[in-house]
């Protein structure tokens, strides 16, 4: 069966209130049950994966910089001027710096300027990304896994996990042990997170999160919404414009259109006996993973 549109349902309710009711408060009715409904219960059509594709190091060359200024030339080496959420690391001064833009191949802009009080000439430096953006309906992260190495990331605090490394800045590593809430990316309107230590190669990990409500417009191309979920939606904001404009009946499509909902959660929250198998959010933090025998991965440890 084809899925209802916003305004078959829309038409539905009119017709059945007999016109007594305007169409944008039932627009404004659907539209707040719909985010009701998303946000009392944990749908299947909620939840996502992404990949996120962390970066690894770049130090070929060397750069130099005047001293109060954001400006960095590059010699003996190339830059992508494509990079974003990168940081650059000043061996000599054992300081990292947010990169604003890379300008050219050989040039970029740093978010602040340098204060060493002398210049950097043809000095060590380190590119590196420990900030990466979500996707763009992400809501709520559930899980970040390690999936060569079986563990998931701990959610750490953003001041927390500063204060964690602040002697380990730029240890760079292929085991990230957290992550935090990164800063907002005003331009792109992103969600950023940060991992920690800094990441030191390059390598995939598993994002699982719960995407925002759908748009009400956006309602009719998720596949996986039962017939039922239309039909209690409907009820529903049926019975908040009946009872906010006095109209007879919404008692009874409160009651059939929560029953609705009620029936399909229980249907969705049923878990097959039979599955086994460990779920990502039984997978043991880094410390309590054996990444460490003998340098090689052999599993989880076991108590």
């Given at each position: 069966m084809t899925a209802p549109n916003v305004n078959v349902m829309m038409a539905a309710i009119q017709r059945r209130c007999r016109g007594k009711i305007p169409l944008v408060s039932i627009v404004d009715a659907l539209n707040e049950k719909s985010l009701e409904?998303?946000?009392h219960y944990e749908w299947p059509w909620t939840k996502a994966e992404y990949n996120i594709p962390i970066q690894g190091t770049y130090t070929t060359g060397t750069v130099s910089v005047t001293d109060g200024t954001k400006i960095v030339t590059l010699s003996g080496g190339t830059w992508d001027t494509a990079w974003k959420y990168k940081r650059m690391y000043l061996g000599a001064q054992n300081t990292d710096f947010l990169v604003a833009s890379f300008d050219s191949p050989t040039q970029a802009t740093l978010a602040d300027p340098v204060n060493f009080g002398q210049n950097i000439t043809n000095g060590s430096?380190?590119?590196?990304q420990d900030i990466y953006p979500l996707p763009d309906d992400c809501e709520t992260i559930l899980l970040i896994v390690n999936p060569v190495f079986r563990y998931r990331l701990q959610y750490i605090p953003t001041y927390t996990l500063h204060w964690q490394n602040v002697y380990s800045r730029v240890f760079f590593s292929q085991f990230q042990t957290g992550f935090c809430d990164g800063a907002y990316d005003d331009t792109n309107k992103t969600r950023t997170i940060q991992f920690a230590p800094s990441p030191g190669g390059v390598a995939e990990y598993k994002l699982i999160y719960r995407r925002r409500p759908p748009a009400?417009?956006?309602?009719?191309?998720i596949t996986v919404l039962p017939e039922s979920y239309y039909r209690g939606l409907e009820l529903l904001a049926e019975y908040q414009v009946r009872f906010e404009n006095q109209l007879p009946g919404w008692m009874e499509c409160k009651s059939e259109g929560y029953q609705i909902i009620s029936s399909?959660?229980?249907k969705y929250t049923a878990a097959p006996m039979y599955d086994t198998f460990a779920a990502y959010w039984q997978y043991p933090y880094f410390v309590d993973s054996s990444v460490y025998a003998g340098g090689l991965f052999v599993g989880p440890t076991v108590a």
């Open positions: 409904i998303h946000g430096y380190t590119i590196f009400l417009s956006d309602l009719s191309k399909m959660k229980r």
